[in-house]
């Protein structure tokens, strides 16, 4: 997920668009919540004005907001209206809030990922709001034949200041449309804000609450009929016959057939049955005898993928990032001591609650697809692609994913929806059982990090070297040769400007590990998996150089203000430097991915009967300014519940070419009371905001087994591990 | 096929089904309600949790035919459709959910355990909630919200 940067060019693209949709009516629009796909869709309420794309309002003052971001869960509900409101002058408790469908009038924002939303629409959505501020001003002082800046906005009106009089946002939107879009309209003073940098409640938070939210799964379409595919159980196995005539005839299933799951890299065959009801395919799916040819796929296994990564990580130098400084071979031979580790974290499944799913519909060259998405620019993309169909032929209903962290972005499971549909010639809904989810992934790479310090005779830290070894990401999606280069995405947590301990010879390094078991970014991606090593590491160093971890850090970020600073919040919020009790320690680790700092600080303490139980963990995060401080808290609290996940509990592994875990019985998740209480500090600042959906994880792993260290002497290297046996 | 007559939130359903189709798939592709979620099909992660005269069971490995129509099955949208139940609304002021999904499990995990135990401590919270997953992470608010709504019964 590459960090999307917003180019004013950009912002005009999807600015100048608005006028061109106009369209006048008086009549007043119903509050539309995310209650039903249908309305999800947006469906144009009759007499609602659009002033500018992402913003509608009716004559008798009803505003509409879109927001372009999909909901997963991290708050785009909020935090994008939140962005128009502030700048358009309305309250949050006075508009609708509706879900953009793909189209190109919404303009690139249209995805999830990177943690992009705030960082990536913080201008776009902001200058939305001030030009339609604006154009409302402009219609109002033309209409008092006054001069705009004696007018202002406030709570949807327009107010004229030297005689009192207002008129409302509808009284205006009619004029306010036929205006030309400002291109560069004025911005508020972050000290004028009312709504940004407030913990104000999410919109769609009572629907969650009664059933009322419409997941991906619960939509509901006229002669729709339920679908399942049995895919090769060996990842890309190919298909060679099945028992059609038999499952044909069980009660309720209308078609079995064979079905593409499309992958980037490759694709896996599978049979899809279509039945009435879901149970009905489940039951007859029970029921299929199919033979497979699994030619050059049987052999893949996790165990020999780590022991070749360990190998060429511990042979080769591996190209190095642009970023190295000094001369890292040279210190080394110069240095008094040097340091050695090599770390592994496990293959991982999103395994969300809501499985994958999506219900299609295709009627000749045109297809209609409900789907819980990250992004349906790519969903238009991938149907158009597989089906040879123009993009605007593929209509997209944005619905609310239940849990995603990178899965939902992915959309093998919605061309196979609509590859059913298609046959089936009928709606049809795909719902892909747990089992289907957890075997066929894509999943978080396995990797080998494999690090090397080394310190001059005075003890001071002087060499550096961190070598990434695994699979990549782009390599696979786009089918790259990566031998002897480096995956420009894979340095998260590890290069100089998201690493930027001051040693003077360091290089940073990408071993390419290739693997036919699919991969994909999994929350927080590389940095999942680098800051582990890395700043596991860091510590590894500090106890070999006799000095406080803090202390060691703080040291080689002398000329890094915002980290010291978290650093310094962190040890004053946990008074670090306080004795702790014999059996318990405290443990920190640091990370800055999305453009953000985060700081973890892992308390542990020793159980008689042997391992280590967590006691609490304290973050301090350095985001910039944030839109909403308690999504902020929600959101890291869920990052070190997923980072405990991918830590403790078992991964993903591949045997014979099949992967071993199937469901949630041997891929537990954490649970409530595993769950320690979790504090979260948040940097007061004034610079640009960075991510918050994912630079949480990180550096809580590693500042969990830094603690482990102190505690018990053992050094964590290999992931998971069980804390009751360390 | 066959017919069986099912109350469902105080409301009688007919419904026509094989007899083991789990009462999941009953309540969400035919009764309609979809507050209900599929999670994992072998009542792991408590996604799938209703009331069965008032005790929290996991539908997704409850045959229909092993439900009688005398007794009352209760569900997420039977807390309260006007989210007047207390759970709920200490669900809205802590701001628990975050994708949601897990949440009508959650809360009807929580219901049953309020029902049992008014003023419940943090373990018996865990043991009541241990096998309802979130993937998210929103143990910290579901365990807030909780006290916060048995704290709010008493008043």
Redesign the interface.
């Known amino acids: 997920m590459s960090n999307h940067t917003t180019t004013r060019r950009e912002f005009i693209k999807t600015a100048s668009a608005a006028g061109a949709f106009l369209a006048v009516g008086l009549s007043g629009a119903g509050k539309i919540l995310a209650m039903s796909p249908f309305s999800l869709l947006g469906n144009e309420a009759e007499g609602e004005i659009e002033l500018n794309t992402f913003i509608l309002i009716t004559a008798d003052n009803q505003i509409t907001l879109f927001n372009p971001r999909p909901e997963m869960g991290q708050g785009t509900f909020q935090s994008m209206p939140a962005l128009i409101a502030e700048e358009l002058e309305v309250s949050l408790s006075q508009v609708t809030v509706r879900i953009t469908d793909g189209q190109p009038k919404y303009g690139w924002q249209q995805w999830v990922g990177g943690s992009n939303s705030v960082q990536g629409s913080w201008m776009p959505l902001r200058k939305v709001g001030a030009a339609a501020k604006e154009m409302l001003i402009q219609a109002a002082a033309k209409r008092w034949k006054a001069a705009a800046a004696d007018c202002y906005a406030e709570n949807a009106k327009v107010l004229h200041r030297p005689s009192g009089r207002s008129l409302t946002y509808g009284e205006l939107v009619a004029d306010a449309s036929t205006l030309d879009v400002p291109k560069e309209p004025k911005l508020k003073d972050p000290k004028d804000f009312k709504i940004i940098g407030k913990s104000l409640p999410r919109p769609e938070i009572p629907s969650k609450v009664n059933g009322a939210a419409i997941f991906g799964i619960d939509v509901s379409v006229p002669g729709m009929l339920y679908a399942t595919v049995q895919h090769c159980p060996l990842i890309h196995g190919k298909l060679v016959s099945f028992n059609e005539a038999e499952v044909r005839q069980m009660p309720g299933v209308k078609h079995v057939f064979k079905v593409l799951r499309p992958m980037p890299h490759k694709s896996v065959e599978g049979v899809a049955v279509v039945a009435d009801t879901f149970w009905q395919a489940l039951k007859a799916r029970q029921a299929l005898q199919i033979e497979w040819d699994n030619t050059g796929y049987e052999t893949i296994s996790t165990e020999d993928y780590f022991a070749q990564a360990r190998k060429k990580a511990a042979e080769m130098d591996g190209p190095s990032y642009d970023d190295a400084v000094g001369d890292f071979k040279a210190a080394c031979k110069t240095a008094k001591k040097t340091v050695e580790a090599v770390y592994q974290t496990p293959f991982a499944a999103h395994a969300p609650i809501e499985p994958m799913n999506a219900t299609a519909l295709v009627q000749g060259d045109k297809v209609e697809i409900w789907v819980p998405t990250q992004s349906p620019l790519g969903v238009k993309d991938d149907v158009s692609k597989h089906l040879g169909i123009p993009k605007e032929n593929v209509q997209v209903h944005v619905i609310f994913m239940g849990g995603s962290f990178g899965r939902k972005s992915y959309h093998d499971f919605a061309v196979e929806a609509v590859l059913i549909a298609k046959q089936a010639g009928a709606p049809v809904k795909l719902i892909w059982t747990r089992e289907d989810d957890m075997v066929n992934g894509p999943f978080r790479p396995g990797m080998i990090n494999a690090l090397k310090g080394g310190f001059d005779a005075q003890g001071k830290p002087i060499a550096w070297e961190h070598k990434i070894t695994g699979a990549s990401l782009n390599g696979q999606m786009e089918k790259l040769d990566l031998n002897g280069k480096v995956d420009a995405w894979a340095a998260e947590t590890v290069d100089q400007n998201t690493s930027p301990y001051a040693i003077p010879n360091r290089r940073q390094a990408f071993i390419w590990q290739p693997t036919d078991i699919p991969v994909l970014w999994w929350r927080s991606v590389y940095a999942s998996t680098n800051a582990f090593a890395q700043e596991s590491f860091v510590d590894e160093m500090a106890h070999a150089a006799k000095k406080d971890p803090l202390d060691f850090r703080l040291e080689l970020l002398k000329a890094q203000p915002r980290w010291i600073n978290v650093l310094e919040i962190l040890a004053e919020k946990t008074d670090y430097r306080r004795q702790r009790a014999a059996g318990k320690s405290i443990g920190i680790a640091i990370a800055h991915s999305f453009n953000t700092t985060a700081a973890w600080a892992v308390t542990v303490s020793k159980n008689a009967g042997g391992g280590v139980r967590i006691e609490k963990a304290v973050s301090v995060i350095d985001c910039g300014m944030v839109v909403n401080p308690d999504t902020v808290a929600a959101q890291t609290e869920g990052n070190a519940i997923m980072a405990m996940s991918a830590a403790l509990k078992p991964g993903i592994t591949f045997t014979a070419g099949e992967a071993q875990e199937t469901n949630y019985h041997q891929y537990p998740l954490p649970s409530i009371g595993e769950t320690p209480p979790i504090e979260v500090h948040i940097v007061p600042s004034q610079e640009a905001p960075g991510g918050i959906g994912e630079p949480g994880l990180p550096p809580f792993a590693p500042a969990l087994f830094n603690a482990v260290f102190l505690a018990t002497g053992k050094r964590v290297r290999t992931l998971p591990v069980d804390l009751g046996s360390v | ?1 066959a017919k069986y007559t099912l109350t469902i939130n105080e409301k009688p359903y007919t419904v026509e ?2 007899p ?3 009462l999941l ?1 009953v309540i ?3 009764a ?11 009542a ?2 408590g ?1 799938c949790t209703v009331h069965l005269n008032g005790q929290p069971v996991r539908s997704c490995m409850m045959p229909v035919s092993s439900v009688r129509a005398s007794q009352k099955i209760t ?3 039977g ?5 007047s139940h207390a ?2 609304q200490a ?2 002021e802590e ?10 499990g959650m ?1 009807m995990s929580a219901a049953a355990l309020l029902r049992a135990k008014p003023s419940p401590t943090d ?1 018996d ?3 009541a ?15 807030r919200a909780i006290h916060r709504a048995a704290e709010n019964m008493k008043k």
């Open positions: 096929m089904a094989a083991d189709t789990p798939w969400r592709d035919l309609g309600l979809t507050g209900t979620k599929y999670g994992c099909g072998i792991l992660c996604a569900t997420v949208e807390l309260s459709e006007d989210n759970l709920q669900w809205i701001q628990v959910p975050q994708c949601g999904y897990c949440q009508s809360l373990e919270i865990d043991s909630l241990a096998a309802n997953l979130c993937r998210c992470g929103t143990y910290p608010r579901v365990k």
